[in-house]
């Protein structure tokens, strides 16, 4: 039956329109095959009219004949239908109506003639347009078909994608509804079709649905963010695109919309924004504490500097006022006096000076270490004089620092070197570099000098602490609190490591240029 | 007040820190040559010969020793309202601090101090500043024209 009626539909002919893909030799034989179906019809009924007739039996043809014809036109259309019209018209004047024999008619034949030409046209007349109509219905179902096999294709494409997609008409009814959607939403085609999408999904809108819909129908499209809900009920955030279609006419006939989930973007979004506003509230509090650090460092560099100030000075003039007045004793408090004052001065400006490290703005540069070494020497050079050091200043890295900071804080220990040494006959201070972690820089300062108890390393870099008399060693115990910090402030590290007695080793680190 | 009149304007608030300069050029004779202000409302009055000061003498000091810490107006603003005003401009102006911070001393600078003095806390070496100072924008120094003249 399939295969009949794709021939017909090739053959084509009798709506007068081209056949869509046959050949010219394709077209002529199916003509030729119509008209020979005509012919053997007509043969067909023209001897079984014959065979009546030689029987006695005269009102068999007329039937005969029109059916001969409706075959003819049902299978062979307009023109073999028209032949087989002619022929039959032509056979029955010459074999069936008196005279017989000849194509003249009987005048008495005449109006039966007449009636049987009439109504071979009718019939062929009926059966070609009964057949034009079958044949539109097929073409129009063969085409419905392929649209359905084309869209079904496309379906189970769009299936196939991971992406949310479903289908809802102008009033909000589902009407597709792909695997992604069920994926992501958690209902299945089957419970989702037919429903309201938005009262399946609870949409939540950024804005009115009135206005979503308004710039939908006025661009033709929508996107932005929406809060969905799954089947089983978790809240969801999802970039929605929506796309209008519309029929012939313009009109809008549905919606397609494909859905993101970016509930979790949306949620470390969030996250990121929570951290950034306690980073922000953090930092305005460190900035806050940092304030008051520096107005407390600037008072103190004002306030506490003055009546020191005024202690050294009334005490000098006592000394000068009443020396004479004043026994040995006296004449002793006041150089106490006076070197308590002086004491306090160095405190507080090293103190400063420490404070200054974290509130002051490091500038970076590459930074020679070696020749800042030797510059601190040559600086060292007044507590150095008379002194038997030997120093051995091996190559040293360059560092990516702030110039006056990396020397102070090889001034500090440098400058203790020369310091815990001064009891030996023959001081060595080596200052060098060697292999630390990968990407690190070590530098460490060592000398032979008195060195520290390993039991009290951790006590070393604290402000204000010291392992030592101040009558042997001076100093105000802030050398190295200030070394750790500038050391800090480059992303380093400093340790020590030393033998009661034995000397000691400094080492300072820093990441690589 | 219309008697006052000297060649080193001391602008300081703390009553030992006057004493103890005024002391330190006592030592080379020039005591009598400070006048003292202990703020910076006070100094500008002086500047200005408004307020107490309507009818003093007439003429700069040739050198302002100048705290930066000061009641009411600070120093710092005391040598933006000198440096502006067109008559004050040119007077020599030390400031005299305790502070070593650096940005005092970047202001300072900026707003064309003659020299910045970090008041030392060892008696000597205060005493020896001051007589530097006092000696050298005192005595040596020509000062511009428009300043008390030396006695």
Redesign the interface.
Known sequence: MQARNHAQVIEGDIAGRPPPVAGHGRMSAGLIRSYGLAVIWLAIALGLGLLGQAHGLNRVQTPLFMMAIMVTVWYGGAGPGAFAVLVSSIAFAFFFSEPKHSFEIHADDQPQFAAFVLFALMIGWFSSSRRRIEQDLRRARDQLAAEVAVRTEQASLLDLTHDSIFVRDMNDIITYWNHGAEELFGWNAEQALGRSAHDLLRTVFPTSLEDVHAELLRTGHWEGELGKTRADGTALVVFARWALRRDGEQQPLSVLASNNDITERRRREEEIRGLNVDLAKRTAELEASNKELEAFA?ST???L??????M??????LQKHAASMLDEEGRYYVTKL?AG??R??RLI?DL?AFS?IGR?ETQSALVSLERLVREVVVELERETEGRDIEWKIGPLPSLHGDRAMLKVALLNLVSNAVKFTRTRARAEIEIGAMNGKPGEVVVFVRDNGVGFDMRYVNKLFGVFQRLHRAEAFEGTGIGLATVQRIVARHGGRVWADSVLGGGATFYIAAPKP | MNEVMGRILLVEDDAEDIELTLKALGEYHLANEVVVVRDGEEALDYLYSRGVYKSRARGNPAVMLLDLKLPKVDGLEVLQAVRGNDTLRLIPVVVLTSSREERDMVASYKLGVNGYVVKPVDFHEFVNAIKELGVFWAVINEPPPGSVAKR
């Open positions: 600037y560099s004002h306030d500097r003055a009546p020191l100030r005024h050294a000075g009334y005490s000098e003039l006076l004052a002086r306090m001065g400006d400063l200054r002051t």
